[in-house]
């Protein structure tokens, strides 16, 4: 779970070096202030530069300076032994960033590269610039603009898609197989696409369904357009699915439970030196139909937080097995250089106080499901049916 706002305008320091030649890596790298850690002993200084002498006399690759010094920063962080905290490289950060946000320029498909080179459109996204300018699922793409994608590496399509092209790229396809296969141009517009973190359905008795995948920036107002869209279809319970969603932004959570809960505490995160930070909600909004909340041991970090103000006040079931237990909260530093480092900087506890790390959350009902299950074996959703049916008995 990512509070992405901790470190806003954090300046270069200790990490962000200049690299020149090897030795220099780890001089600078060691040189700065130090405050207490273990590469201030000159042990280590020596056993560093000794490395770096035997790398530089005897390794019989090339080296790339930058590379060991992205070595040294990601040795440095690994050395906390916490799974949640992570340097990035610059191009590593811009594809997390890139994730996180739900969002990325390109033609909104997603492709596989097929043994002869060619490129299988697997899926377009919905509503995205592909399916807008005729794309379907299962075109196989054999040109783009005027260059054979069987002479280009796949991670070379993605990056002409993105940067190689002005604007739109003009993608020659096969669509069909056999004698009924035919070639056809379709041009597309290179945009900004916003991928799907909220799936919705209307189950029988006037039951809506809400899935969340993850909690990325694009997730709150795609959540508020799929409710009021429920609630406008005339629906009279609500099952929330936050199975296997590894959680995501702390503010997104926050701000969506805003929608359903009734005025109070939402969360509270608590650092090393004890600072509290409080989220509340006005309660303007409150849900008024029953509600189940399905979860499972992926729901993570940020589903565990939703999960847990649902259970704290008392306005939903949550029914399923119990939550992975990831009750801390990361915070992301920045760098000029585009390079980033990712830190677990303070738990974060329910409303009524619970401290659910390495515990999880224990479902109100506890059931197991079946391995691929649809709508009509999935044990876990029909258990949620069966509650959001008592429940209206009962009023």
Request: charged letters at 30%; a negative charge; hydrophobic letters at 35%.
């Given at each position: 779970m990512l509070d992405k706002g901790f470190w806003t305008g954090f300046a270069c320091g200790a990490l962000c070096v200049a690299v020149g030649s090897t030795i220099g890596i780890t001089v600078r790298f060691l040189q700065h202030e130090s405050r207490g850690y273990v590469m201030s002993d000159p042990a280590h200084e020596a056993r560093l530069e000794s490395l770096e002498d035997l790398i530089d006399e005897y390794?019989?690759?090339?080296?790339?300076?930058?590379?060991?010094?992205?070595?040294?920063y990601k040795g440095l962080i690994s050395g906390l032994d916490d799974r949640y905290s992570c340097y990035y490289t610059a191009e590593e950060?811009?594809?997390?960033?890139?994730?996180?946000?739900?969002?990325?320029?390109?033609?909104?498909?997603?492709m596989q590269a097929l043994s002869d080179g060619t490129i299988l459109v697997v899926e377009c996204v919905e509503g995205g610039p592909g399916q807008l300018s005729g794309l379907k699922d299962n075109d196989i793409i054999i040109?783009?603009?005027?260059?054979?994608?069987t002479e280009m590496e796949t991670d070379e399509v993605v990056e002409y898609i993105r940067t190689g092209s002005s604007g739109s790229v003009t993608l020659t396809i096969l669509r069909g197989t056999g004698e009924d296969a035919e070639q056809v141009?379709?041009?597309?517009?290179?945009?900004?696409?916003?991928l799907p973190s909220v799936?919705?359905?209307?189950?029988?008795?006037?039951?809506?369904?809400?899935?969340?995948t993850e909690f990325k920036s694009v997730t709150y107002h795609q959540f508020c357009d799929a409710l009021d869209k429920l609630i406008e279809d005339g629906i009279e319970r609500l099952v929330i699915d936050v199975r296997d969603n590894p959680g995501g932004y702390v503010d997104v959570v926050c701000?969506?439970?805003?929608?359903?809960?009734?005025?109070?505490?939402?969360?509270?995160?608590e650092d090393k030196h004890g600072e509290r930070i409080e989220e509340y909600g006005d309660g303007e909004t409150p849900l008024s139909i029953p509600l189940a909340v399905l979860v499972n041991t992926g729901s993570a970090s940020a589903s565990e937080i939703f999960?847990?103000?649902?259970?704290?006040?008392?306005?939903?079931?949550?029914?399923?097995?119990?939550?992975?237990?990831?009750g801390v909260v990361q915070s992301?530093?920045?760098?000029?250089?585009?390079?980033?480092v990712k830190l677990t900087t303070s738990h974060y506890f329910t409303p009524k106080g619970t401290d659910i790390h390495e515990i999880g959350i224990e479902p109100d009902i506890f059931i197991e499901n079946n391995e691929d299950s649809d709508e009509y074996s999935d044990a876990q959703l029909q258990k949620a049916l069966e509650v959001l049916d008592n429940k209206v008995m009962e009023e």
């Open positions: 390794y019989l690759g090339e080296t790339d300076d930058e590379k060991l010094a992205d070595g040294i950060y811009k594809a997390e960033a890139e994730d996180s946000q739900g969002t990325y320029e390109g033609i909104g498909i997603i040109k783009m603009d005027d260059r054979d994608v141009e379709v041009t597309v517009p290179v945009a900004n696409v916003e799936y919705t359905d209307i189950l029988e008795e006037k039951t809506g369904y809400l899935q969340i701000n969506i439970l805003r929608r359903i809960l009734p005025e109070g505490l939402i969360v509270y995160t999960a847990g103000a649902v259970k704290d006040y008392s306005i939903g079931t949550i029914v399923g097995t119990t939550t992975y237990g990831k992301i530093r920045a760098y000029p250089d585009g390079s980033a």
